[in-house]
């Protein structure tokens, strides 16, 4: 290597490691939901907007998953365009059709963390673009490509969203589908005492004598978390 060809390489190393600073504080701000930093640090290097941790996941998703409101304001604020599963996560439904309209196979495509679109507008509670993306060929019973191995039927389970359960059941969902552990939506339902949930997934033959792993059925979280009337449900 030359003494020219070092010396590039040295800086593009102190860029590199600049840049991971900068990435660094910018995922310590999104985590804290500090809005002034996260400005300032984009202000600094608007770049940044667009750039992921070491689990691929953008930082825009980062704010979503964790609940970070103004973090997540001042993200969108630097005007990056929102990718699939930022849209969907969000609720951008014109988003959504635009992209699925440059891109009609995107409706199978995974996020960095193995969720497809559809997971996200589930487990988010955005019932219109479910509805988009189960129109433009979203699998109702795709499993994340994780260990949590979720169908998105399981993501609305998860977060009492009874339309979009409604619609993926309706859409051929399996209701006994099992996640990991052997948990399915019906046991999420009876843990947290999901009536409207319960019903709507034993109406569509829901197994209410499916057993997770460890042997637990719908039955037993009903009564462990003191749900009584949902208990009911099963004890009929």
Known sequence: MSE??????????????????????????????????????????????????????SMLLRAQYRRRPRALSALLAAGAP????????????ERVEELFAA??????????????????ACFFQHPATAAVLVEA??????????????????????????????LLLDRGADPDAAQIGGYTALHSAAHSGD?????????HGADRERRTDDGRSALDFAREAGHLEAAARFEK
């Open 103 to 120: 891109e009609p196979a995107a409706a199978s495509a995974r996020s960095a963390d193995g969720f497809t679109a559809l997971h996200l």
């Open 4 to 57: 020219n060809d070092h010396d590039r390489a040295a800086r593009a190393g102190e860029v590199d490691a600049g840049r991971l600073s900068q990435l660094a504080r910018l995922i310590a701000a999104v985590d804290a939901d500090d809005e002034v930093a996260v400005e300032q640090l984009l202000a600094a290097a608007p770049g940044l907007a667009r750039e992921r941790g070491e689990d691929g996941v």
């Open 195 to 203: 009536l409207e949930m319960i019903d709507l997934l034993l109406a």
């Open 137 to 166: 060929g979203a699998d109702v019973r795709a499993v994340a490509e994780n260990p949590m191995r979720v169908t998105p039927l399981h993501s609305a389970a998860a977060v009492h969203a009874h339309e979009i359960a409604a």
């Open 82 to 93: 929102l990718d699939l599963f930022e849209a969907a996560a969000l609720g951008r439904l």
